[in-house]
């Protein structure tokens, strides 16, 4: 599927690089096909790429073998690279060309805690036990963007044909860490077109808001101070502050009866004290609240340093909090939806083999999901839903209000795989993944 995904991709900057050619349909024609020609002498490649990158399962802001990696590659194929970019260590933007059009393409590269996953096993089998893994995909949409982007360059160069190519990492994606800081940077100032692309259990794109699964956030934690204490001896003399994380946590769960349905928000307790003798001087806990609209978002983040408060005053503590992560709803962009769905439709799914439809369902099975394989038809462009419900979240949203910009999505898992073991054996060497990428 990689293959198919990074030739319809080409088939979109080619759209834009070089209006001539674009004006003729002949010609265009001609080059896409060129293009898939390309895309398949690279299927080793791609192939390397995504195994590589899940090898390192790095998680956010630690991708240091990814990036090196990743950059390495690009250096390599005539890219020139700038590291480092909007003081994220771990951040970079690879460029060729020059002039306009401008073409970005970005896809996310960190991995989740606790998904390590043996590949091509339809079971749970971590490599090593509590490491992280991609647990959503991330090694994968890499290969695409970067098989993409060399052979698009290649085309270019042949054909004459101006423009300029930028890649970009999503960096500690699962954080919501890095793209606002990229954007207010003004790395995506001169843009014109930026070209997303993300795993998931089907082949389609979207626009507007899409259907209605898209929420923005605001991460927060939240840090208690107290004044620690003998538990037994002198219990009277401290003051908890794991008492306040508690109180807080208890008051937003009696709250969410009280909250629109739409909103998501969840919370662990990053630090509960150190031992059950000693009363906690310090505690904190991390929170994300999700809605669909800045507005909403504000109120839930309001709403929770007023719980915060709340919970001080009923433990004689104190308590500050740092916003570490933000993400505006996602807003795609029609014309652009409507171009690539038509390469989509003309690229089409894979001719899956009877083990690939095996292990497919083989894993529905193993977590419960409806056992029906993998899809065999490519999703048709939808209107956008009218009564959004919200769900996840993703900070390229803070791109797509200031660029055009698609999400594309392509197939690499199956059923609502996400965060859970067998996700990563989706996009390694077993024989679907391997098909897939043809």
């Known amino acids: ?31 896409k096909q060129q293009a898939i020609q390309e895309i398949d002498k690279r299927q080793i490649f791609t192939q390397q790429v995504v195994d590589q990158i899940y090898s390192y ?64 096993v339809a079971y749970h089998s971590p490599i090593i036990e509590g490491a992280p893994g991609h647990g959503e995909g991330h090694n994968s949409g890499m290969a695409v963007q970067v098989t993409a982007a060399m052979v698009l360059k290649k085309l270019m160069e042949e054909h004459h044909l101006m423009g300029t190519l930028k890649i970009f990492p999503g960096v500690a994606e699962e954080l919501l860490g890095t793209k606002a800081f990229l954007v207010r940077a003004g790395y995506f100032k001169d843009v014109d077109i930026v070209l997303g692309a993300h795993v998931e259990s089907e082949f389609s794109t979207a ?64 630090n509960g004290g150190d031992q059950p003798n000693v009363v906690p001087s310090e505690a904190s ?99 956008p839903v009218k009564d959004p419900k919200g769900g996840g979240s993703d900070d390229v949203g803070d791109i797509a209000w200031n660029v055009p910009m698609t999400y594309l999505i392509f197939l690499g898992t199956v059923g609502s795989m996400a965060w859970q073991w067998p996700r990563p054996s989706r996009t390694k060497d077993q024989p679907q993944a391997q098909r897939s990428r043809r």
């Not at 990696?69 to 060729?96: C, M, Q």
């Not at 095996?358 to 939808?382: M, N, R, S």
């Open 57 to 120: 399962s790095e998680l956010g802001f630690q991708e240091v073998q990814t990036s090196r990696y990743v950059t390495g590659i690009l250096e390599k194929n005539g890219f020139s690279v700038e590291r480092g970019i909007a003081g994220i260590p771990t951040a970079w933007v690879g460029s060729y060309g020059s002039g306009k059009p401008v073409i970005a393409f970005i896809t996310d590269i960190d991995c989740i805690p606790r998904a390590s996953q043996k590949p091509g």
């Open 207 to 270: 626009y507007s808001t899409g259907n209605g699964e898209w929420s923005g956030l605001v991460s927060v934690q939240y840090f208690f101070h107290g004044r620690a204490a003998h538990a037994a001896g002198a219990p009277w003399s401290g003051r908890s502050a794991l008492d306040a994380v508690e109180l807080m946590d208890v008051g937003w769960n009696f709250r969410r009866q009280h909250l629109r349905l739409q909103q998501r928000s969840h919370y662990v307790i990053m």
């Open 285 to 383: 806990v991390w929170y994300y609240f999700r809605e669909l609209d800045y507005p909403h978002i504000k109120e839930l983040y309001d709403l929770g340093n007023t719980m915060a408060t709340a919970a001080t005053m009923m433990t004689s503590t104190t308590a500050d909090h740092h916003l570490v992560g933000s993400a505006w709803p996602p807003f795609f962009n029609k014309v652009i939806a409507e171009t690539q769905q038509k390469n989509i439709e003309a690229v089409g799914m894979p001719a899956w083999s009877d083990a690939d439809q095996q292990l497919a369902k083989a894993l529905q099975k193993e977590i419960g999901e409806k056992v029906e394989g993998l899809k065999l038809k490519v999703e048709p462009l939808k209107e």
């Open 1 to 31: 599927m990689s293959l198919r995904v990074a030739g319809l991709i080409v088939a979109c900057g080619l759209m834009l690089a070089g209006n001539a050619v674009a004006q003729d349909a002949a010609a265009l024609a001609e080059l």
